[in-house]
């Protein structure tokens, strides 16, 4: 996220937030809204890069580390999207989803 801010491009806004959050998401919705230069224009992308791992046998690893990681990269990217969908169609645009710890590279 940094390195993307860093950029400084005045057509791209990093918005880190908790995916698992309603409340949090709708704010982000907003939030862009606001920063959009014509917000009846819409928005082009969206990309969903959040997403956590875990690592270990099935036997050890409880339930509540697989419902925490299923919240975050099923639930997660389907509610970001779900929050923007009106923002991307009205652009035409597109959802861009990152499964991969790659995209923490890209």
Sequence with gaps: ACDLESMK?????VVQLDVCSEEV?????QFVRENLKDP??????LVNNA???TFGEVEFTSMETYKQVTEVNLWGTI???KAFLPLIR???GRVINL???YGRMS
């Design 9 to 13: 491009s005045d057509r791209m806004r």
């Design 25 to 29: 998401v709708n704010q982000a919705v």
């Design 40 to 45: 009846e224009n819409g928005l082009w992308a």
């Design 51 to 53: 997403g956590v791992s």
């Design 79 to 81: 509610r970001v999207t």
């Design 90 to 92: 009205r652009a035409k």
């Design 99 to 101: 499964a991969s710890m």
